[in-house]
């Protein structure tokens, strides 16, 4: 879920692994009596807030200006990936991403994309929707900061089992790779639950808004923290 080194970072303390921009923290048991099939649940690390207030991107593009209210902090700001986080827990917030391309469907879960999948906003809620590991909603016209697009509801589907092989037993489906980063690679995990809001970039791609509960049981509660922040976003010209 949260955006981790592009190497891969591994935390034995906590037994979670973050691997190259994944859409999830996804459990590599390390601790003993720890089961591969849970999800797992980072450790709460104190963190420090940003003031409230208006701020803009330095390095994402194109650049977003974005209001924070008390208790957010930026996690990341890249030129393709953009996080902003509450400061109790880095498994939760909203994730914005510079024109992802579909993932290959391949079980070994390389970072490639799926051949004869299109590029707009359409193209792609249309393959996530066609996707068996994952249940999805309908898609509903969507507007966020001067850009249009669509929106969609998605989780993995009950009972799915197949998993990736650094997700020790979690189910995951891979969602997302770069179109110039070859370290990007966006999985759904587990009972994480997300809201994408894809919007088309005239001319010059997509960028994909994601509200994401690694944990499904917190999203009831992060949708309405996440709105006004949401609500305040403004693209600039790429």
Known sequence: ??????????????????????????????????????????????????????YTSSSFRPPITYTLPAGWLVADDAADYLALEPVTSDATGIRIFRSPRAASQ?????????PGVGTTAKDLVDWIRSRPGLVAGDPVP???GGLAGLRIDIAIVAGWKPSCP?????????????????????????????????????GAGTVVVDIDAFDGSLMDGLLPAAAPIIGSLKFGLP
């Open 1 to 54: 879920m949260a955006r981790a080194d592009r190497s891969g970072l591994e935390d034995e303390a906590t037994g979670l692994a973050r691997r190259s921009w994944l859409g999830a923290l996804v459990a590599v048991s390390m601790l003993a009596g720890c089961g591969g099939g849970a999800s797992p649940t980072p450790t709460s690390i104190p963190r420090a807030a940003v003031a409230p207030g208006t």
């Open 106 to 114: 391949d079980p070994t879960c390389p970072i490639a994309s799926a």
């Open 142 to 144: 969507v507007t966020i």
């Open 166 to 202: 650094f997700a020790s037993g979690l189910p995951t489906v891979a969602l997302f790779v770069g179109s110039t980063d070859t370290s990007f690679r966006w999985v759904v995990a587990g009972s994480e639950r997300l809201q994408l809001s894809v919007l088309d970039v005239p």
